[in-house]
């Protein structure tokens, strides 16, 4: 067992700990502007904007990869100027952060929108009649009574972004100790024949998302008992 070093578990945990934190921020305010913007809206052009959002939960994640590549690699659509701004994505845990937030963001979206949707208009209404704008309406009325299905959708975005690994690898690489993810790690250790590293890393992995959503549904059904209460 002396090949078991710390740091092949530590900092692959730290590096999915913080990719994972920093995508679902990114996503969870983007995710929440645009769900807000689309919730209730018919037509073309909602649907359209709808399935694009939603486009990257069904691609496959070496597709998205490719995607990304197209927009912020060196040679990319942003390329150049991320590159004036002495910004380099490629093959740093900042292109992790990247991949793992377009991965994301469709859940957090799908969730916001779907529990924005399910507030009671007459609320809203309401609140119009008496002069509070848009932007109040939203943090007022309707986050409260939205705020499980959002929350809902947190967890599941950060258990996803600990776990990705098809776009992480062709944005970011598979580089120990800078880009290499828990998900990279495992792939690493069980190409390298490395079985036991390889199963303590999938049962770390496991254990964290599996306390992760454990604890997600205890906060929810505290606050429900306290509401109650």
């Known amino acids: 067992m002396e090949y078991l070093v710390p740091t092949d578990l530590v900092r ?4 999915s700990l913080r990719v994972a ?13 645009v769900a807000w913007r689309l919730a209730r809206r018919r037509g073309p052009l909602p649907a359209l904007l709808d399935a694009l959002c939603t486009l990257p939960l069904v691609l496959p994640p070496t597709v998205l990869g490719y995607y990304l590549i197209l927009v912020v ?3 990319g659509l942003l390329g150049p100027a991320l590159r004036d701004l002495g910004l380099q994505l490629i093959f740093s845990w900042q292109g992790a952060v990247v991949a793992a937030t377009v991965v994301v963001f469709p ?3 799908k969730s916001a929108r779907a529990a924005l949707e399910q ?3 007459h609320l809203e209404n309401a609140a119009r009649t008496l002069g509070a704008s848009e932007l109040r309406i939203l943090l007022t009325v309707s986050l409260p009574l939205a705020w499980k299905g959002i929350f809902a959708g947190l967890m599941l975005a950060f258990a996803r972004g600990m776990g990705e690994f098809g776009a992480t690898l062709m ?8 880009t290499q993810t828990l998900a990279l790690a495992i792939y690493d250790a069980f190409q390298a024949g490395n079985d036991a590293l390889a199963t303590l890393l999938v049962l770390v992995t496991s254990g964290l998302c599996v306390m992760l959503l454990m604890a997600a549904e205890v906060l929810v059904k505290y606050k429900r008992r306290r509401r109650s209460a």
Not at 12 to 15: I, S, V
Not at 22 to 27: E, G, N, Y
């Open 107 to 109: 859940l957090l979206y």
């Open 119 to 121: 507030v009671d208009p």
């Open 12 to 15: 692959p945990l730290l590096l």
């Open 21 to 33: 934190g920093i995508a679902t921020a990114l996503s969870f305010l983007a995710a929440l502007f």
């Open 171 to 178: 944005v970011a690489g598979n580089i120990p100790g800078k």
């Open 73 to 75: 690699g060196r040679n």
